[in-house]
Nanobody, 127 residues
């Protein structure tokens, strides 16, 4: 079946690091990204990667995480990673992996453009 499985969440102190992983199965996704949602807050775009071909790819980041988070993809393993450094308490949320066979650049921040979602992994950053 088509599915996404996230892992790597946990509890860290401010300034620490975590690496999230999203493993996809069932089909090839050319757009994969991360969204997060804190209690009482709207779902927020974090980062995404798009592949046009085997040698051309594009990365997108929310302003709030630029310089701290890095998204990467291992196409051989059909897995996307999110390296999170210099974590802040404001980063606390459930992080969801999202994927779609094709998403254009103008739509990467729109969660309604992704047709497949993982179950989420909790990230908690203490002050």
């Amino acid at each position: 079946q088509v599915r996404l499985v996230e892992s790597g969440g946990g509890l860290v102190r401010a300034g620490g690091s975590l690496r999230l992983s999203c493993a996809a199965s069932g089909r090839t996704f050319y757009a994969m990204g991360w969204f997060r949602q804190a209690p009482g807050k709207e779902r927020e775009f974090v980062a995404a990667t798009r592949w046009a071909d085997i040698s051309t790819h594009y990365e997108h980041y929310a302003d709030s995480v630029k310089g701290r988070f890095t998204i990467s993809r291992d196409n051989a393993k059909n897995t996307v990673l999110l390296q999170m450094n210099s974590l802040k308490p404001e980063d606390t949320a459930v992080y969801y992996c999202a994927a779609d066979p094709w998403v254009i650049a103008a739509h990467v921040m729109d969660p309604t453009k992704y047709d497949t979602w993982g179950q989420g992994t909790q990230v908690t950053v203490s002050s």
